[in-house]
């Protein structure tokens, strides 16, 4: 895939924000509710995965009612190894994602284990890893926003 997406991957992508279907075949309910092809789903879905267009393609699965949990948490990256940095986080499995803010503590993530108890471990493991104090924000009250980006 080059350049940016076109008018069919637009209303693939703002349709899938709306949900996913639980069915046998997903794709092809997908791909019946915008008058596509199952395998057209499938392969826009990967391509735009692999262009970068979407950063993932997945479930988002509450955490605590699976009996693990989350914590939003900082560190405090030297600008010259962010990068480094960053690539390490994306490596570790209890990290979900990371991202660049403008402020002391310029990367944050969220840790996301199995259980309350691993919340700590895979912090110390981030600590061990980058040698960096890891700062945690432990969630105190759930929102939901519904956020939807129109592609």
């Given at each position: 895939m080059t350049g940016a997406p076109d008018a069919v991957d637009r209303r693939?992508?703002?349709?899938?924000?709306?949900?996913?279907?639980?069915?046998?075949?997903?794709f092809a309910a997908v791909a019946e509710a915008l008058g596509?092809?199952?395998?057209d789903v499938i392969g826009r879905i990967a391509r735009l995965v692999?262009?970068?267009i979407l950063s993932r393609f997945g479930p988002m699965l509450d955490a605590e009612r699976l009996g693990g949990a989350v914590c939003l948490c900082?560190?405090?990256v030297p600008p010259e190894r962010f990068d480094v940095v960053a690539a390490m986080?994306?490596?570790?499995?209890?990290?979900?994602?990371?991202?660049e803010r403008r402020h002391a503590l310029n990367?944050?993530?969220v840790l996301a284990t199995e259980t309350p108890q691993g919340i700590e471990a895979a912090a110390r493991a981030v600590e061990a890893a980058?040698?960096?104090?890891?700062?945690?924000?432990?969630?105190?009250?759930?929102?939901?926003?519904?956020?939807?980006?129109?592609?």
């Open positions: 693939l992508i703002n349709a899938l924000q709306g949900g996913f279907p639980v069915v046998p075949r997903p596509l092809d199952e395998d692999e262009a970068g900082a560190l405090a986080l994306a490596d570790m499995p209890a990290v979900a994602h990371n991202y990367m944050w993530f980058t040698g960096l104090a890891v700062a945690r924000f432990p969630k105190e009250r759930e929102y939901f926003i519904g956020m939807r980006v129109e592609a």
